[in-house]
């Protein structure tokens, strides 16, 4: 526990402070304000790095709003957060934006009615041609072009105005974030860690160019990575082609690609498929464009798919790479980066008649070129017959409409194991990082097989070059050559002193700006790194890398890592990466992995999907304590559907914390200073109270200690309602009496509402720190997390089962006066009970907050004869009392 957390414990008021009326109206804004005041979760800079509990938030992405989903899994992180700071620790909880890269740019062309275009010049006087504001998108066709430099000042502009949004819903939701810890992925910290990362990398050999096939997204005209990928569903027909032998025979393929006919390098089939083996080795001519090509073997073609045997076409998909790289077969590209068949007929194809279908295919889209070629291969009689449809899984870069090309082009990768490479410890990267993966603890820990599943699933590197603007320039230039020529294997790499930089504005050492792009000058990058290239270095930008050695040395590496499910491949993976690959170690010790948000078709929600639900008005609706009780209910790894009437039973907690407290903190008298000094509980009901308040507290530890939230709110509000519904009505009377026994009772509960505000703050904040202000001063936050031995001492070995039979006792007591429609005033003549002869010794410990409580003039006896619950054998209840007129 560390110095400064113990100057701000709180201490007992000398008089109670409890509102005439308690309610929920207005707290949101109230303890917010004086919790940023107060500086109530500022992180405390001298605690050492065994005192510090240090969480890599997830920085959400800025473009547009919050949805339920953020609020579900921050909620989770934030429960987690406020019960380390209540176990002693200085908890490190940052809070980053992430506003570059792709989402960003879109959002500016949307709202602004804008595009970029770098060739164009940066007018200083430019006033976007549209407002946003009024929910509008502008179609990509209507957008006006502008410069680079005038379209990143405006995703600058939009970022700052989404930022300050954001941070007000998560101030409104009351998370305990230290807002003096925050960064922006585009901010200049950001920047020099990631172009600082990349240039180490680059040092070391783990970062590369390559000249390769890629995915692209032909709309958004960049790279696409691997772990951007989304399979869905695409329509398409499969064409029969005929390909014809040495000998005149006909082999027969199907294609869903047509177009990519020009682009064709082999035939391959299966080796053990008998209906092929004696074609291995020979060659056969492809269909209208005569050009000869191998037909070879490779176990990744499917016998029962189709024909069984395929044209490899460079290239179609990832198998058509896979087989390019493997049987080291040449390079045909057809299709340019613009989606369209390149305009320059191919030197392979030298068929006059093949070259004349080429021309009428070149400069088509991929639509257009096949619909020309399909009605060549037709009248020709190459193919057989209609394309029958069907629907196939295609490759979608995640936030794209149409379907990935793959394109050959100039590409900055950084290792990941998806190709070999060994390491200075003899063994592969990707064996490596499956071990890395094994030091980290998951909750719940299934999701560690998602974690090696994606690792060795992978094909290649990781591609981090994107052709967008709006980003962390990739930092180096290139020598030009004395002919003009960009010599991109000449890099020049500037110095860690220089950063953060962007090649295509700064200049390298040794060089003037009138250089660039001349011969035997200097060229400089135009591409910017992927957005995970930055956030996959979160944990180095938030702790200070490069830039707060001493806070680095507090935080990290760091605890926590919360996150969602469907980003464990690209967040928390490419993190495991850098991390491994610049310090040898994993990046934090855990990893809070939380479930979907499902609709109500139990559908996961999402922006594409159109399906999301905004928060801030369930905030305002219900209140944030209920928003969170309801968010919390959840565990880790777990969907949860969206459900309102999940909140409204939190909201109705919140109240009842704020209700039964006033309650207990009135019983000793308007005023009077709460007292907690055990030794005044003698009572057994009362010691029964706190022994099984202590069980609470061991088992809601125990839930947090192992990741499951929860399972500590279960207990507590399990216990809280018990102590609402049966023992503060079983001794209310008591507490308020002359009996010597009410002091007994008044402690009980003062120690009982002081446990429980503890126990439920981390999932209802705003409530219990509205009661701790009653009696306390200081924050419940900053309070100390309850202790079980404590409460077992004050319970003095009391049996907890006891609050249970005194509980089904009263309700049976009070069922039966409402079953006669009498008040509960009215009083028993008598009343007989029958009672489990296990019970019976607990049963007459109670008896006389019994007679209190449900108002028994006469005897209260008891009969064993149950050996279930309390039940009434026999009774009579006092005439009721009369009704008093009202007041004409």
């Not at 107060?38 to 509990?53: I, K, P």
Request: glycine share 6%.
């Amino acid at each position: 526990m560390t110095d400064s957390t113990n100057k701000k414990r709180s201490e007992l008021l000398a008089h109670t402070e409890v509102p005439d009326r308690a309610n929920l109206d207005g707290i949101e804004k109230r303890w917010t304000s004086r919790w940023d005041d107060e500086q109530t979760y500022a992180f405390d800079r001298t605690a050492t790095r065994e005192e510090v509990y240090s969480i890599d938030t997830p920085p959400p992405t800025v473009s547009g709003s919050l949805h339920i989903g953020h609020v579900f899994s921050y909620t989770h992180t934030d429960a987690m957060a406020r019960y380390q700071r209540m176990r002693g620790k200085s908890v490190f909880y940052p809070m980053g934006w992430d506003d570059n890269g792709l989402p960003t740019e879109r959002r500016v062309q949307n709202y602004y009615g804008v595009r970029c275009d770098p060739s164009l010049p940066y007018d200083p006087e430019f006033v976007p041609p549209h407002d946003g504001g009024d929910g509008k998108s502008i179609k990509f066709a209507d957008q006006k072009p502008i410069s680079r430099r005038n379209f990143i000042e405006l995703c600058w502009t939009l970022t700052e105005t989404d930022e300050g949004q954001f941070e007000e819903l998560w101030r409104q939701l009351g998370l305990s974030v230290d807002w003096n810890q925050h960064y922006q992925t585009i901010g200049a910290k950001a920047q020099k860690v990631a172009q600082a990362g990349f240039l180490k990398n680059l040092e070391r050999g783990e970062a590369y160019q390559d000249q390769a096939p890629g995915l692209w997204d032909v709309t958004f005209q960049t790279a696409v990575a691997q772990a951007e990928l989304e399979a869905r569903e695409y329509p398409g027909s499969y064409h029969a082609l005929a390909f014809h032998t040495e000998g005149g025979d006909d082999v027969m393929i199907e294609t869903t690609r047509p177009e990519l006919l020009p682009a064709c390098v082999a035939l391959i089939a299966h080796p053990d498929d008998e209906r092929y083996q004696h074609l291995f080795g020979t060659y056969v001519t492809s269909p209208i464009f005569n050009v000869k090509l191998p037909v070879v073997a490779h176990t990744a073609a499917e016998m029962d798919k189709g024909a069984g045997i395929a044209m490899c076409c460079t290239f179609g998909d990832l198998t058509d790479v896979q087989w390019w790289r493997e049987l080291q077969l040449p390079t045909r590209s057809v299709l340019g980066k613009d989606g369209r068949i390149l305009r320059d007929t191919p030197d392979w194809i030298t068929d006059p008649a093949g070259r004349t279908m080429y021309e009428q295919m070149a400069g088509k889209t991929a639509f257009s070129a096949r619909k020309a070629l399909v009605e060549a291969l037709q009248e020709s009689g190459e193919m057989h017959g209609q394309a029958t449809p069907t629907q196939r899984m295609t490759n979608f870069f995640e936030k794209g409409d149409k379907p990935l090309e793959i394109v050959t082009s100039r590409q900055w990768y950084i290792r990941n194991g998806g190709r070999p490479y060994e390491e200075a410890n003899g063994k592969d990267l990707r064996d490596n990082l499956i071990a890395a993966g094994n030091e980290l603890s998951f909750h719940p820990d299934f999701m560690h097989v998602r974690y090696d599943n994606w690792v060795n699933g992978l094909n290649t590197d990781w591609l981090v070059s994107r052709q967008r603007f709006f980003g962390v320039p990739i930092p180096v230039w290139y020598r030009v050559s004395d002919t003009g020529e960009v010599r991109y294997d000449s890099v020049i790499a500037p110095e860690f002193e220089q950063l953060p930089i962007d090649p295509s504005s700064d200049v390298p050492s040794g060089f003037t700006e009138d250089q660039r792009d001349q011969p035997g000058g200097f060229s400089g990058e135009i591409d910017i790194m992927d957005t995970w290239a930055t956030s996959s270095l979160s944990p180095q930008i938030v702790s200070g890398w490069l830039n707060d050695d001493d806070l680095f040395q507090r935080v990290y590496p760091m605890d926590l890592r919360p996150q969602g499910q469907d980003i464990i491949r690209t967040w928390l993976f490419s993190s495991m990466v850098r991390a491994h690959l610049e310090f040898g170690q994993i990046p934090w010790k855990r990893a809070a992995i939380s479930g979907w948000i499902l609709d109500p078709d139990h559908k996961k929600m999402s922006k594409s999907k159109g399906n999301v639900v905004t928060p801030m008005h369930l905030l305002e609706k219900h209140g944030s304590d209920a928003v969170r009780y309801w968010a919390t209910s959840a565990r880790l790894g777990v969907d949860a559907a969206f459900d309102e009437q999940q909140m409204k039973i939190g909201r109705r907690l919140a109240m009842k914390v704020l209700n039964a407290s006033k309650f207990a903190l009135s019983m000793a008298g308007e005023g009077a200073a709460v007292d907690l000094d055990p030794a005044s509980v003698t009572e057994p009901v009362d010691h029964a109270l706190l022994t099984g308040l202590a069980d609470v507290v061991d088992g809601a530890t125990k839930a947090f200690d192992a990741y499951d939230h929860t399972r500590a709110l279960e207990l507590t509000e399990t216990y809280f309602w018990t102590f609402c519904d049966d023992y503060l009505e079983l001794v209310k009377d008591r507490a308020y009496s002359a009996d010597p026994a009410a002091k007994s009772a008044q402690v009980t509960l003062n120690i009982a509402v002081d446990t429980f505000l503890r126990l439920l703050a981390p999932f209802i904040p705003f409530a219990t720190e509205d009661v701790w202000s009653w009696y306390r001063t200081g924050s419940v936050h900053l309070a100390a997390w309850p202790q079980a031995a404590p409460l077992r001492a004050a319970g003095a070995g009391a049996d907890p089962e006891l609050i249970r039979v005194a509980g089904e006792a009263l309700t049976v007591l009070r069922k039966a006066k409402s079953e006669n429609k009498v008040s509960q005033r009215t009083s028993y003549a008598w009343v007989n009970l029958a009672v489990a002869t296990a019970d019976r010794g607990l049963f007459d410990l109670v008896h006389a907050d019994l007679v209190k409580a449900a108002h028994v003039r006469g005897d209260l006896s008891v009969s064993d004869e149950s050996d279930g619950a309390v039940s009434i054998a026999s009774y009579e209840l006092d005439p009721p009392e009369p009704k008093k007129p009202r007041n004409k």
